[in-house]
């Protein structure tokens, strides 16, 4: 079974500077997608970017972009010019190329605050 | 186009009750998904659909019964609840054809058995 891991519970950033928030992921497939999704207070849940494994190039929406590792199972996401509308968790997650339900696998999530 | 909604957002059970939880999408998805979120913890899927009149039991199932009579609607249904159940419920669905199959979220529904 894959297995995601958030290992920072908690990360703190300054507004304006850029924080990264780490990743890893265990699986034995070579086709597969990774997704970062924001749970602000309201609880509902936001996709902030996704990657597809077989592309080399990192994927990057707007602030937002991630460090992908293939090797070494790392998927990080980094924030540029962090917001206070930043604050949120934000969890990784893994679905497999051959997953029949396309389910998600979830890290235990990090809890970002960001600092005027 | 109301995506993905939910009903109740708050309920609170005492032990040994039984209710279902709402899950309906009108997007015509065919993949549907519910998950529960403990505090602090990430999502865990309990159970997921990959069509009407399809379901199958994903990480943690036991305690809970779903159906899926129609592509719309996919109610999970809690018999004889427990504090162990007690948790924060998201439903979701997901568009087969899509590459990445984004899974689309409801708002979530709060549940605390006491």
């Known amino acids: 079974a894959q297995t995601v891991t958030q290992s920072q519970p908690e990360m703190s950033v300054q507004e304006a500077e850029t924080v990264t928030l780490s990743c890893t992921y265990d699986?034995?497939?070579?086709?597969?997608?990774l997704f970062w999704y924001k749970q602000p207070p309201s609880r509902q849940m936001i996709l902030v970017i996704r990657?597809?494994?077989?592309?080399?190039q990192n994927a990057t929406e707007n602030r937002f972009s991630v460090n992908f590792q293939k090797a070494a199972k790392s998927f990080s996401l980094k924030i540029s010019d962090s917001q206070l509308g930043d604050a949120a968790m934000y969890f990784c997650?893994?679905?497999?190329?051959?997953?029949?339900?396309?389910?998600?696998?979830f890290g235990g999530g990090t809890r970002l605050m960001v600092k005027p | 186009n109301a995506g993905v909604t939910q009903t109740p957002k708050f309920r609170i059970l005492k032990i040994g009750q039984s209710m279902t939880l709402q899950c309906t999408q009108d997007m015509n998805h065919n993949y549907m998904y519910w998950y529960r979120q403990d505090p602090g913890m990430g999502l865990k899927l309990i159970y997921y659909s990959v069509g009407a009149g399809i379901t199958d039991k994903g990480e943690v199932p036991n305690g809970y019964n779903v159906s899926r009579s129609t592509t719309e609607d996919f109610p999970l249904r809690l018999e004889l609840a427990a504090p162990s159940q007690t948790s924060v419920y998201f439903c979701?669905?997901?568009?087969?054809?899509?590459?990445?199959?984004?899974?689309?979220f409801g708002p979530g529904t709060r549940l605390t058995v006491l």
């Open positions: 699986t034995s497939e070579s086709d597969y997608y």
């Open positions: 990657q597809e494994a077989y592309k080399q």
């Open positions: 997650a893994y679905r497999g190329g051959n997953n029949a339900g396309n389910m998600l696998t």
């Open positions: 979701a669905s997901s568009y087969k054809a899509q590459v990445d199959n984004e899974q689309f």
